[in-house]
């Protein structure tokens, strides 16, 4: 069976590291590409940075690989995930020896509430002086990402989760993700703690190993995992996916890099993890371990780009990854 | 004259590191401490965490220096910030020469809004499922907030500021508070410039000394000045001062620490600091240059406690401090 996987490339880097990640897909399965396009470029074209073509594709994929957006990226990326019926990012930071990291021994997941928080899209101007968002919780969402979290560290490899909140200061809101989340952590015997998010940001860079999956509001996920980014060495190796009941959209964590765009040097990495989350994610066990081996070796004595010390060009990199397939 | 400064120790070691403190600003001032209650202990015996005679005592002095409260952090802090009508809370975050530092050359200060955002308070449980939130920003709290960073900035030290925010998502009320300090700072003739939050989390681990001043909305400034925290050692070392138009309250950024409280070996920097820019704010700014160069000197060569790598008790620590004055 042919798999039919969507490919939006976006702006930037993204029309470079996509055909790579691509290359690296077609190496192990048998598949066939839909291309479909977003981003600042379109927008500029058409007046929509999201065609509504492209939402469509995605909305009835099994699986959509996407790369970067620039301007428009929020307008990209928020209703994409919300195509895919998206409740949980997965966003993994793990640093890999023989990359330059500042604590080399990270090695976390975020599990991110992806639908709602300052996410919402509710925000009123009230006056010329005020205006207001409204921050949405639902317990309903909430226990479905607690779910997904719980099935998530079943298995050795994980010893429960650690859930970062402000409930504190955000008690009722706050207060019920926490309540939810714990909840069906117990009712599924899983073991679970939590620590707010402020404290979770100074813990982290004195120890990342005090922590392992963590699961947060969106705003929360957002800018923790990038921390988590900045502890393993920045942007470029960081992959994410975003999953729904039915379907999925992986993109890797960076943006579109405008610095460096258009001149073949951007670092594949972020994209290929992405993509073999994606071959895990469609049941490709044994191809997406390989693809992260892979990629964990040529990070470990191959070539590699620029933002890595390296002078191989994005293509090079990705030669030497598909080699060691 | 003799100063009168309102001090409330709290909770843990609150109750170890303000008497240090005012140790310190006794050996460079003429002053009288008036003590006040708030915390746990206080609401376990009173069934309120913050007595009104302390908020009223806050509402009333030129200066307040507190030290932590525990379980009931919030309803103490967040009431106290609002007697001393604070409208910024200014968090340095310096890494020490001779102080074990993740990035050494960390040298930041945040100025956070200190009256809104999600810290509004206003939260409601609209059905059994689901609560929300209201995040209010107005112009007038950011122009405040932006007259105080503009003129912070002013003088040779500093270029400028940056705002971080996530006005890509929340687009009316982080606009909103990006548009109001942008204009501001041109009105000013203050060099601006802006980063998303998310990116500055990852961007600060990369290279901290991108930045210099970073002005934010309340929850980010939250949580970026703790992940700075981070990389310049832990909240053993961040002092904090929340400044309204005629008053003043300072405060460690750490809380009750505890695992170590009651045993007299808690670090006393961050609050020692504190009564330095207390010193400073009520114009005895040798007094407050002394006290920043003493700890200085300390951290550089001199005895030092547990969480520093030393054996120093609290007050052996703070000993030394007083004997380079
Ligand atoms: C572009 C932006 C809307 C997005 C987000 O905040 O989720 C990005 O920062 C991310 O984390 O994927
Ligand atoms: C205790 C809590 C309410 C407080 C805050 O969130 O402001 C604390 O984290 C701080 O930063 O001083």
Redesign the pocket.
């Given at each position: 069976m042919t798999e039919e996987i969507v490919v939006i490339p976006g702006d930037g880097i993204g029309k470079e590291v996509i055909p790579e990640a691509k290359r690296v897909v077609e190496s192990v399965i048998d598949v066939t590409f839909i291309e479909a396009d977003a981003g600042d470029a379109v927008k500029e074209e058409t007046g929509t940075a999201l065609p509504q073509e492209t939402y469509d594709l995605a909305a009835s994929a099994d699986a959509t690989l996407f790369g970067a957006a620039g301007e428009t990226a929020a307008d990209v990326i928020l209703p994409l995930r919300d195509a895919v019926g998206s409740f949980v990012n997965i966003r993994p930071a793990k640093a890999y020896p023989g990359v330059d990291a500042l604590r080399p021994e990270t090695d976390l997941v975020f599990l991110r509430e992806n639908t709602e928080g300052v996410y919402s899209g509710h925000e009123d101007r009230l006056s010329d002086d005020l205006s207001t968002l409204t921050r949405v919780v639902t317990t309903s969402a909430s226990e479905a990402l607690a779910a997904f979290a719980c099935d998530y560290v079943s298995g050795e490899e994980h010893d429960g989760f650690t859930i970062a909140h402000?409930a504190?200061?955000m008690r009722e809101t706050d207060g019920r993700f926490r309540d939810a989340v714990v909840s069906v952590a117990k009712e599924n015997d899983v073991p679970v703690d939590e620590v707010?998010m402020?404290?979770f940001a100074t813990r982290v860079c004195l120890d990342p190993t005090q922590f392992d999956v963590i699961v947060c509001p969106n705003l929360a996920g957002d800018v923790l995992s990038d921390l988590a980014a900045g502890l393993v060495g920045g942007l470029g190796l960081l992959p994410s996916a975003n999953v729904g009941t039915d379907r999925a959209l992986f993109e890797p964590v960076h943006g579109t890099a405008p610095d460096i765009a258009g001149n073949g040097i951007a670092n594949p990495t972020a994209t290929i993890l992405s993509a073999a989350m994606m071959l895990e994610y469609l049941g490709y066990e044994t191809e997406s371990n390989a693809v992260n081996d892979a990629v964990e070796a040529v990070l470990s004595d191959g070539p590699r780009t620029g933002d890595l010390g390296g002078n191989a060009t994005t293509t090079e990199m990705t030669d030497a990854i598909i080699n060691h397939l």
């Open positions: 402000k504190n200061v707010l402020d404290a």
